[in-house]
T-cell receptor, first 113, second 119 residues
């Protein structure tokens, strides 16, 4: 079935360092979404990318969608302790209009103060 | 964003008993809700798509007779874990899209989750 590969699984950084997580698909995607899940919490929507080569920024977060629409990345500049959590990419499943999501395995970010 | 609630937030039960989890969209109507389970340190796995007024659509490998889903109204879906066993212990999360407007990106709004522990 459809799936999306996400790496790395874990990332430990010193506060102030940058962080990047990557998602890859073997098929062309119509769009990709990114979610953040804080420890003990539930996923919260961050952004959706739709266009080939799209780049979107949210403060220190930069989201990119590859030219071939098969990969995406989330980059955090100068991490802070508030960035701690697991970041998931998600793609639309084959359920079509029902809109079910298929999640990557997630990248767990820990930030050392 | 739109608000989704779940009840209970955590439950401990004995093996062989059934547990019902409620998912409610508080400020919007949801014809479709999704049920996920998440094991510790793992990703979210879609279990089923709950459709108001019709049968749920289950993902491959999910037993429909064990995980009963009822979407009785536009704001409520329930998941009943029947004859629960320790291997059913997990974090169950529901989500919904607000097709009325706030899901401008077709994003899903997640409930806070229910942690089930089966002894």
């Amino acid at each position: 079935g459809q799936q999306v590969m996400q790496i790395p699984q874990y990332q430990h950084v010193q506060e102030g360092e940058d962080f990047t997580t990557y998602c890859n698909s073997s098929t062309t995607l119509s769009n990709i979404q990114w979610y953040k899940q804080r420890p003990g919490g539930h996923p919260v929507f961050l952004i959706q990318l739709v266009k080939s080569g799209e780049v979107k920024k949210q403060k220190r977060l930069t989201f990119q969608f590859g030219e071939a629409k098969k990969n995406s990345s989330l980059h955090i500049t100068a991490t802070q302790t508030t960035d701690v959590g697991t970041y998931f990419c998600a793609i639309r499943g084959s359920g079509g209009s029902q809109g079910n999501l298929i999640f990557g395995k997630g990248t767990k970010l820990s930030v050392k103060p | 964003g739109a608000v989704v609630s779940q009840h209970p937030s955590w439950v401990i039960c004995k093996s062989g008993t059934s547990v019902k989890i409620e998912c409610r969209s508080l400020d919007f109507q949801a014809t479709t809700m999704f049920w996920y389970r998440q094991f510790p340190k793992q990703s979210l796995m879609l279990m089923a798509t709950s459709n108001e007024g019709s049968k749920a659509t289950y993902e491959q490998g999910v037993e429909k007779d064990k995980f009963l889903i009822n979407h009785a109204s536009l704001t409520l879906s329930t998941l009943t874990v029947t004859s629960a066993h320790p291997e059913d212990s997990s974090f169950y999360i529901c989500s919904a899209r607000d097709l009325g407007g706030r899901s401008s990106y077709n994003e899903q709004f997640f409930g806070p989750g229910t942690r089930l522990t089966v002894l």
